[in-house]
DNA sequence: CTCCAGGTCTGGT
DNA sequence: ACCAGACATGGA
């Protein structure tokens, strides 16, 4: 038996978390946070003058023979919408570059909208999210879980199928139905059980 | 060298 | 509506 004790819910930036899981599709969870390294060292305002610690990876562009290495924040979708399709995919973006490259092209013609979606009620949130290219029901419901505070948001994942399957006997269920079936069962509070069931199917599956 | 990875989109029944 | 394949690419 574990406890899981100390799991939390962050409350991440909208747009940096929609970002992040349009990266995330088919990815290894290392890879992942690889590339947004690499979009943040290429693309990303420089955060310090080198003064920080170097605890992190997340300056990833140091230069070469320098003690000290820079920050950078990750890239606005501003930034982003000025950023050629060739650029993303060296920073092992995949077929995910046209995802982000589109819809950093949407938000840079459709201003305020971001900002709009993460007011909305979930499922209106959520409906405007799946809009975007490279947005299907498990990101919206990613972006708004961690970065809208929607606790009602159950991602349904690879990881989250099988323990829906496995553990609550949902064999044949598709995923929009395990979706709606954790909204109903877990309630107000789904996004909060996923993420205990997620931490809890991985953690078994490390052998 | 195959297989798979915090999915989504597209074109077939 | 439901079901495969494709999609890029680095780890396992």
């Not at 924040?73 to 995910?96: D, I, Q």
């Not at 201003?111 to 290219?133: F, H």
């Amino acid at each position: 038996m574990v406890s899981l004790s100390g799991l939390r819910i962050l409350r991440q930036p909208f747009g940096e978390t929609l970002l992040g899981f349009l990266c995330s599709a088919t990815k290894q969870i290392v890879q992942i946070k690889q590339m947004i390294a690499l979009l943040a060292g290429r693309h990303g305002a420089p955060l310090n003058n080198g003064a920080g610690a170097d605890e992190t990876s997340w300056g990833l562009e140091t230069a070469k023979g320098s003690a000290v290495p820079t920050f950078h924040r990750l890239p606005t979708w501003a930034e982003l919408a000025r950023v050629p399709e060739t650029e993303l995919r060296a920073c092992l973006l995949g077929f995910r570059a046209r995802y982000i490259s589109q819809t950093a092209q949407y938000l840079a013609a459709h201003p305020g909208w971001l900002d709009e979606t993460e007011t909305l009620p979930y499922l209106e949130a959520k409906e405007r999210l799946c809009s975007l290219p490279g947005v299907g029901e498990k990101v919206a419901d990613c972006v708004l879980l961690f970065g809208a505070g929607r606790l009602e948001a159950f991602p349904v994942d690879v990881w989250i199928l099988k323990t829906l399957v496995r553990r609550y006997g949902l064999d044949g269920w598709s995923t929009p139905q395990l979706a709606q079936f954790g909204r109903v069962h877990f309630g107000p509070l789904a996004g909060l059980a996923q993420q205990f069931l997620f931490a809890w199917e991985r953690q078994e599956a490390r052998k």
